[in-house]
């Protein structure tokens, strides 16, 4: 994964429970990607876990999982929470998710 360390810091760290910090990772989760992209194009984005705001609703992590999930690398063979939703997801996962349910980001943003 060719990553900016700023935003592996403030995204990955931050948000993904996989996360392993030094660990020469080749691939990104899509919701790196996405983030990278945003942020390219000039979005503002608050690297914040709140845990007060809005949870995002079961129609929001579907959609999520249709336009970011069914594109990523890892969806196939090592993504558990492509399983049955129980497992964590990935950080960018999770952002995305929060941006949503704030509604400082709207799905059409996120669609490949």
Do not use: W
């Not at 429970?17 to 390219?40: D, I, S």
């Not at 497992?87 to 999770?94: D, I, K, L, P, Y």
Request: charged share 20%; hydrophobic share 40%.
């Amino acid at each position: 994964m060719s990553t900016t360390p700023s935003l592996e810091q403030a995204l990955c760290s931050q948000f993904c429970a996989y996360y392993k910090p030094g660990k020469n990772e080749e691939l990104a989760c899509q919701g790196y990607v996405v983030v990278e992209r945003l942020l390219q194009a000039g979005m503002v984005i608050a690297f914040k876990r709140t845990g007060s705001g809005p949870d995002p609703d079961q129609a929001t992590i579907e959609a999520l999982v249709r336009h970011l999930c069914m594109f990523c690398d890892f969806h196939e063979q090592d993504c558990d929470f492509m399983q049955d939703r129980t497992a964590s997801a990935c950080g960018g996962f999770v952002l995305l998710a929060q941006l949503l349910a704030s509604n400082a980001l709207s799905i059409n943003e996120i669609k490949l």
